[in-house]
């Protein structure tokens, strides 16, 4: 479904990925995991397009996506929760759910899938007409993610979903996200630095260092890679 | 009392035309933190345009009613030409350089345009031809508030009514709401920021060429050095109001204008400016993010 290959991706001077190739496919929940700076959040932003890459090639479904314009990948069916939840703090939980269905005309459709947010989230609902600043952090994440269901993706580029939230909150944000694989047939793309949860909800994983991919297996086989252990899993 | 309401909708009429202008600056420095040192010059070039299309068309014998929508509309419309082309030359390229780099390139152009229609029309002073007629109606009030100054009074209300409609209710409104809190985020939800940005400066460009327009009919007289004045009166009610916020560019030009105007008429003119920038100075001091500006905490 997305493929990347020999991506390399600047700031400025700075190299942050250096050839990431790697590959998706439909239906899976394919996770990154990797620590601090190791070039997780760019490799999304690439995909994007947000921080286009300077070489290599991304492509979905077949099709060449690098050096297309964020709303045109947006339109093709790629969705980021981006790190931190960028909710838009003025708007209300409604508007920043319309948001999502930005590019989207059918809707009786978009209607649905409110409906459907709603029933996975029903906090939002109850909170639809506050601030989206006012939200606490589990509910912003919560929003974030409603948000970008409401475009309907094909692929969810999810970053960082567990990032400051208590243990409960994370346990059922990982349960939504396997929920939402399975009932909607999205492919899921899940970076993470609590590799550990991560691993558990992914069928395949990646290992990112130094904008390089060093390892990828299974979920299972990463899990119980000694290597993976000692460095990312705390054992 | 008599003196007193005629200041107050003396001051009115001036804080219309700064609201109008800081509208301009205060949106796009919303949008992309910058402020657009340009946006006197649209003004300028608005009334101007407004100048030929007028003496022409009074030329040909037209209505004064048409003169009136058809000079205003090419005002707007070639103002906002002006304003989109100079984003997209001036401010685009320079997206992701320093804050400093494109504030530079905004003064560039500033100057760009005052010498071009200086060189086009002239330093002289031209006569600007009367637009607004003296409606019978208005004649019991004449003596506090002319016809003039109720036109550019009702037209400020229906442009800022308007505004705030679109920016609440349209598509392309939410857009630039979204744009303006968090543009990484707008382009993940498929957000075209690039023309959000256009949108901005097309709409901030056609405001001032309106405001140009009203005040060039209303003074008199335009000159290429208009733009200069107004744009920097402008600017100071979009701080005095809280730059960025769109109904504190509307409170920030009254207030700014009610102060000029009495400071005019129980004073003196020549303390006009003095009085603006004063009360520039003190809300500066006393609340730095404007009237109804929100602080902006900055992460380092």
């Not at chain 2, 804050?99 to 152009?109: F, N």
């Not at chain 2, 744009?179 to 957000?191: C, E, F, W």
């Not at chain 2, 000029?260 to 520039?280: I, K, P, Q």
């Amino acid at each position: 479904m997305l493929e990347l290959n020999g991506v390399h991706t600047y700031y400025g001077n700075i190299q942050a990925l250096k050839g990431i190739s790697l590959e998706i496919r439909s239906g899976e929940i394919i996770t990154l995991i990797g620590a601090n700076g190791a070039g997780k959040s760019t490799t999304l932003m690439s995909i994007c397009g947000v921080v286009p890459p300077q070489a290599g090639e991304i492509r979905f479904r077949g099709e060449p996506i690098h050096g297309l314009i964020p709303n045109r990948i947006v339109s093709l069916g790629i969705c980021q929760v981006p790190e931190g939840r960028h909710i838009f703090p003025q708007l209300t939980v409604q508007e920043n759910l319309d948001l999502g269905a930005f590019l989207r005309t059918d809707k009786a459709e978009i209607r649905r899938d409110l409906d459907y947010v709603f029933s996975l989230f029903p906090i939002l609902e109850e909170r639809r007409h506050q601030p989206g600043g006012t939200l606490s952090g589990g509910e912003q994440q919560m929003l974030a993610m409603s948000r970008a269901l409401m475009a309907r993706p094909q692929l969810l580029l999810l970053d960082e979903p567990s990032m400051g939230l208590a243990p409960l909150i994370i346990r059922q944000i990982f349960e939504i996200i396997r929920k939402i694989n399975q009932e909607q047939d999205t492919t899921i793309f899940l970076v993470e630095q609590n590799a550990n949860q991560a691993l558990r909800i992914a069928h395949r994983g990646y290992v990112i260092e130094n904008g390089r991919i060093t390892l990828t297996d299974t979920a299972d086989r990463l899990l119980s890679n000694p290597e993976v252990q000692k460095a990312y899993l705390g054992m | 009392m008599d003196y007193f309401i005629e200041l107050f909708f003396g001051g009115l009429t001036r804080g219309s035309i700064y609201a109008l202008i800081a509208l301009g600056y205060t949106m796009v420095y919303g949008i992309i933190g910058l402020i657009n040192f340009a946006h006197g010059e649209i003004y300028m070039i608005g009334a101007f345009t407004a100048f030929i299309v007028a003496t022409v068309l009074s030329i040909y014998g037209f209505p004064l009613l048409a003169i009136v929508v058809l000079a205003g509309l090419a005002a707007a419309v070639w103002s906002a030409s002006y304003g989109y082309t100079i984003e997209k030359i001036a401010y685009r390229p320079l997206r992701h350089a320093p804050r400093l780099s494109p504030l530079i390139s905004a003064i560039g152009m500033s100057i760009f345009l005052q010498n071009y229609v200086l060189l086009a029309q002239t330093s002289d002073f031209q006569p600007f031809p009367e637009l607004i007629p003296e409606f019978d109606f208005m004649e019991p009030y004449a003596s506090f508030i002319g016809s003039s100054d109720m036109v550019i009074l009702v037209t400020t209300a229906v442009v800022m009514i308007g505004l705030t409609l679109l920016i609440k209710y349209t598509r392309i409104g939410k857009a630039m709401r979204a744009t303006s809190q968090d543009r990484t985020m707008a382009m993940l939800v498929g957000i075209d920021v690039n023309r959000v940005i256009s949108t901005t400066f097309v709409i901030g460009s056609a405001l001032a060429a309106i405001g140009g327009m009203l005040i060039a009919s209303h003074i008199g007289q335009i000159n290429f050095y208009i733009g200069f004045i107004a744009g920097i009166k402008a600017f100071t009610a979009a701080v005095l109001g809280g730059i960025g916020s769109i109904p504190g560019a509307v409170l920030g030009g009254f207030v700014l204008g009610l102060t000029e105007s009495f400071a005019t008429g129980y004073v003196s003119s020549d303390y006009e400016d003095v009085f603006a920038f004063s009360l520039l100075v003190l809300i500066l001091i006393f609340k730095p993010s404007g009237l109804l500006g929100k602080a902006e905490i900055q992460k380092v």
